[in-house]
């Protein structure tokens, strides 16, 4: 079974540049989680999708992010325009069935970083 | 808000010793709690799962306790390999019932030297 696919996964630009990270998640996983990791601390979650649905955006810089998850499979997570404190690993993760004890798969992550 | 509350200075141990990385949450008992691990480079991946009416789960080598008196949980490698060198990320709820929203500590790293 293959897991969560993410690209790029580096990717190196000067601020105020726009970006685009892209994610597949595992095959029938309805719940899709976009994270951002900065170094040396856990991620955190900036955007949760249940199906197409965006069900927690709470956490997501409504100014510069956004993201979609057309027909309820991939995803993008865009940022527009970076600033150089988006330098970070943006993780995408995917789960299976609603949220009770949801163990969550994580793609490799993609590294930003903005000069 | 919940906090999340790992030990942050690396873990340094020998082979075949066991190793144990704490993990405290500051204000209501979650639902659940999860162990992570990851490595440079990829994203984590899990390992364990503890709800809250259970004392201790296991799994091969692997052992977390959950004691919610003293709000926290235990993971326990034992018999500790070189493989086992990495960053050990703890997981739970947001909320004491199940919101499905994960916070995560910011982990805690383990070399095991041979």
């Known amino acids: 079974e293959a897991g969560v696919v993410q690209s790029p996964r580096y990717k190196i630009i000067e601020k105020k540049q726009p970006v685009a990270f892209w994610c597949n998640p595992i095959?029938?996983?309805?719940?899709l989680y976009w994270y951002r990791q900065n170094l040396g601390q856990g991620p955190e979650l900036l955007i949760r999708y249940e199906n197409e649905e965006a069900v927690d955006d709470s956490q997501l810089p409504k100014d510069r992010f956004s993201a979609e998850r057309l027909k309820g499979v991939d995803s993008t997570l865009k940022i527009q325009p970076a600033e150089l404190g988006d330098s970070a690993v943006y993780l995408c993760?995917?789960?299976?069935?609603?949220?009770?004890?949801?163990?969550?798969?994580f793609g490799p992550g993609t590294r930003l970083t903005v000069l | 808000s919940q906090k999340i509350e790992q030990n942050s200075e690396a873990l340094n141990i020998q082979e075949g010793k066991t190793a144990t990385l704490t993990c405290n949450y500051t204000?209501?008992?979650?639902?659940?709690l999860q162990w992570y691990r990851q490595d440079p480079g990829r994203g984590p991946v899990f390992l364990l799962l503890i709800r809250e009416n259970e004392k201790e789960k296991r799994k091969e080598r692997l052992k977390v306790t959950f004691d919610t008196t003293l709000k926290q949980s235990l993971f326990h490698i034992t018999a500790s390999q070189p493989a086992d060198s990495a960053t050990y990320l703890c997981a739970l709820d947001e909320g004491s019932s199940n919101t499905g929203k994960l916070i995560f500590g910011q982990g805690t790293t383990l070399q095991v030297k041979p």
């Open positions: 095959s029938g996983h309805n719940t």
């Open positions: 993760a995917s789960s299976s069935g609603g949220r009770y004890y949801n163990e969550q798969f």
């Open positions: 204000n209501y008992s979650p639902a659940y």
